[in-house]
């Protein structure tokens, strides 16, 4: 047992740290537009600077990083308060994807301008009727030569207004059992066939939007992992959300729980600060915890990568953890405001509010309740 | 950057498995909660044999000199075996000894506990008193003690009681000293018992006053403790899937049902939190003593909860049968709540967390 970084990773987290400091643009500006803009411009950056998808083999831009050094810089990014890369679905789920389902020739296309943020990625996978069970996408390809022609409807697809390459899940054989009629395509936005709705969420913002697809056309190399394997492919994609994401996760959890301690010390509720009521000290203290957790578990699920190859079963509880740990401290934050909860006056009411994704985005916690009670523990299936 | 054990490590751990689970089967367990010893001395020797008796105490002196990262592993497996031993609480004694034992003290003691010959234990909780672990009110008088501890783990089995005393000072009681009286205490968890020791008068031989190395041996006393309790939770989660993928109603085996799959997939959530905190907070004691206090006292709180969440989460999975005498999950549960509240419970050590972290 060693948890400490050694020299090497001493010095990766070292060099990484000067860069941020040295190059961090300062506060994004408000607006999805003018956000956009900014986001791209730092990830320009970041990528000029070989700081854009650093686990990345280095042939195809990225920089060969171990897992231990990725989990570094998704801490760094975090703490060092980065503006997040504009592309980050590109960068955290497609890019790993067709590493590892593409081909030579997909990779040589599609990685590059993920990088640089050039072109911007999507993933539609949800659709009206098919959420939580993804494998009754009804979104249908029909063969026409060399091209699919694809049409159906997804929803809750985040920066779709952006993006350029779409990662959809469509059924391209519907007398296949349900998990094996899918095949996963690149489909490209920019054509009329696909009209692009923004839906507005509960904090007022439009990050997510829906799809209207209607005859889009896909050429055939645009597959990726080779008809009929979609659901295979859309499960790495999956795991990337769950699994990459957990670093900058944990450490943004620690850095709103340090604000967190700065307001209850700051906020006087009936004649103290509010740090001083017993019970807030002890949610803050059990929260430290939580988020104390959610690192070790972290690094014990790299330990177990590295040992084994596959996530071990501490991985898997990760996002969910997560979730609640972010949700039950923008609850204590609302408790902390007193009467002001009632105002929508500072940062914390967004981020109450966006924390009630997190226990639905990229999975709800009854599905992740569900995998770990069947592949990790196994107990019994539901059907 | 690695959270595995080393080689030494894992082999000190598998030994302590086959060992543990071969020494003490569910009967043997059973049959030491309902003795008045609780133990026997061909087990007591067993355990010396492998040197675990000597663990923390320093080669020269004895022991094997190793650290608290070996504890929480030998710790947690005894939890997982539900050992009924005095070892934690002679480990204990022994590591307030090798943190502030007077020079007479050592000499006189750290051998026979290393070897296993004597044994010890801390009388800690004062008859009326706080519910604070280090707030006792008693005060020696010249050389001499005179006071009512209660909850003592193992007393009967003990030769030196380390008594702790106001403002952080520790004596060291002879349990041969006729004025000292140990009587049997009903406790809750009968696979460690418990005993109120009476100080009349007895000689008080003072431990130095080296508050941030008395400090150090209560954290790694509170992190086995925590360990303990990550072995204990992991055993009652392992019977409460078992028995859902073999309980049938309503057609199907009941770990079909969401309403107990989740409670599992719960009770993992948090046995693998307390392990990681335990692991961490082993490892913070011997490489990174800074940190310790802190991660001692998230680990005690974390598992304290969830020792206790896990095994009554355990027990609701089993229906009536696991309300039975018959069913060997209350011994977890009763050892696991016990625990609890040993060395500082759950919100103790969460004030102390607030308190450390600047809150
Ligand atoms: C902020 C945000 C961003 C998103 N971005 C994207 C995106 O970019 N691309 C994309 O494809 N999707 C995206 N999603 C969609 C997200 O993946 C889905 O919302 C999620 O998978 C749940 O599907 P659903 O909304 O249809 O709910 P449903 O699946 O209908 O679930 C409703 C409720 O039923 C429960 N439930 C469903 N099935 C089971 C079961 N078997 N056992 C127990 N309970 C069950 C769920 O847990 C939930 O509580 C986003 C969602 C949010 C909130």
Redesign the pocket.
Known sequence: MDLTLSPSELAFRDELRAWLLANHPGREPVGDEAAFAFRRDWQRQLHAAGWAGVSWPTKYGGRGATLIEQAIYNEEVVRAKAPQAANV?GLAMGGPTVIAHGTEEQRRRYLQPILSAEEIW?????EPD?????ASVKTRATRHGDEWVVTGQ???????HHAKWCMLVARTDSDAPKHKGLSYFLMDMDQEAVQVRPLV?ITGEA??NELFIEEARIPHENIIGGEGNGWAVAITTLMHERATLAFGLQVSAQIALNELIEKARSTRANGQPASEDPVIRQRLAQLLIEAEVLRLNAYRGLTAIMRDGVPGPEGSLGKWHWSEVSQSLTELAMEIAGPRAMLAEDEWTYRFLRAR?NS????????LK?IVAERVLGLPR?R | MNFDFNDDQRAIKRTAHDFLTARYPAATVRALAGDDRGFTDEQWNELAELGWTGLVVPEAEGGLGLGAVELVVIQEELGYALAPTPFFSSVAATLLLVAAGTEAQRERWLGPLASGEARGTIALWDEHGAWSPDQSEVEASGDTLTATKIAVADAAAADVLIVAAADGRHYLVEAADPGVRIEPERSLDPTRKLFKVALDGVAADSLALEPARIAHAYQTIVTALAAEIVGVAQHAMEMAVSYAGDRKQFDRPIGAY?AVSHRCSQMLLEVEGARSLAYWAGWALDHEPDAAARAASMAKAYASDAGFRVTASAMQVHGGIGFTWEHDLHFFLKRAEANAHAFGDARWHRDRVAELSGV
Do not use: Y
């Not at chain 1, 999507?122 to 949800?126: L, Y």
């Open positions: 679905l999507c993933q539609g996978f949800s098919s959420g939580s069970d993804l997804k929803v809750w697809t985040t920066f779709a969420q990050e997510f994704a639905i985005e990229g999975g709800t916690t009854e599905i569900n539901m | 969401q």
